[in-house]
């Protein structure tokens, strides 16, 4: 966003959480939060990780989707961790729960069940994990 008397169209990028998604923006609510499932970067310029303008302007940063094994289920998240749960030394993970698998860009922490007795899925998965031959899961 450019505040009163920029000099350059690139001088304050919006802050991480929010998307600036048009040129011309006055101060740092940018266009707005970035969508569930995603987390904005500083000077991010889409609220999901896909950009439709990306080609068009030459110039984008989208945002990105939460990793496989997290799950981003508010709005304007900051950085991988998909979370606000953060202090000074930075935000917790928001961990998938066990028996449940979390692929990138979900938005809660049960997104998918595991699947079945041949399948496990410890906390933190992003895929189920197929059970040892000779073995079988409990639960």
Known sequence: YCPSASSTSREVPCPAGLYGGVT???????????????????????????????????????????????????????????????DASGCRNSICDAGYYCPEASTSGRQKECGGPHLFCPEGSGQPTPVTPGYYTIG
């Open 24 to 86: 011309g923006l006055k101060d740092d609510q940018c266009s707005g939060l970035c969508s569930l499932g995603h987390y904005c970067p500083e000077g991010s310029t889409s609220p999901t990780a896909e950009d439709p303008d990306c080609n068009e302007t030459g110039y984008c940063s989208p945002a990105k989707r939460c990793p496989a094994g997290r799950h981003g289920n508010t709005t304007g998240l900051v950085d991988e961790a998909c979370s606000l749960a953060c």
